[in-house]
């Protein structure tokens, strides 16, 4: 996502959800809303923490990847359960 760090920052910063990773307990996908930067279908931003703290805002974390969402090519992405989403609903 060269080019789009201010976006990426901002799905972080204010993401539409955040879902867990089924890869990894500390790894989890900030999910931007559509339209973020020039993506009709938003973006993903992964985030690999230093431990499972990152759920009491207690741990530091580093960007894995930023790719844009593909509902067309990935329609069920491997991701697990929703822990935020914007608005208060799971």
Same mark, same amino acid.
């Given at each position: 996502?060269?080019?789009? !760090?201010?976006?990426?920052? $901002? *799905? @972080? $910063? !204010?993401? =539409? !959800? @955040?879902?867990?990773? &089924? %890869?990894? #307990? *500390?790894?989890?996908?900030?999910?931007?809303?559509?339209?973020?930067?020039?993506?009709? $279908?938003?973006?993903?931003?992964?985030? #690999?923490?230093?431990? *499972?703290? %990152? $759920? /009491?805002?207690?741990?530091?974390? /580093? @960007?894995? *990847?930023?790719?844009?969402?593909?509902? @067309? /090519?990935?329609?069920?992405?491997? =991701?697990?359960? &929703?822990?935020?989403?914007?608005?208060?609903? /799971?």
């Amino acid at each position: 996502m060269m080019g789009l !760090e201010m976006v990426v920052q $901002e *799905t @972080i $910063e !204010e993401p =539409l !959800e @955040i879902r867990v990773s &089924t %890869f990894s #307990n *500390t790894s989890v996908a900030f999910v931007s809303g559509p339209g973020a930067g020039s993506h009709v $279908e938003g973006i993903r931003v992964l985030v #690999n923490y230093a431990d *499972t703290a %990152f $759920e /009491k805002g207690a741990s530091s974390g /580093k @960007i894995q *990847t930023a790719y844009p969402i593909d509902i @067309i /090519k990935y329609g069920s992405p491997r =991701l697990g359960k &929703t822990i935020y989403r914007k608005g208060g609903r /799971k």
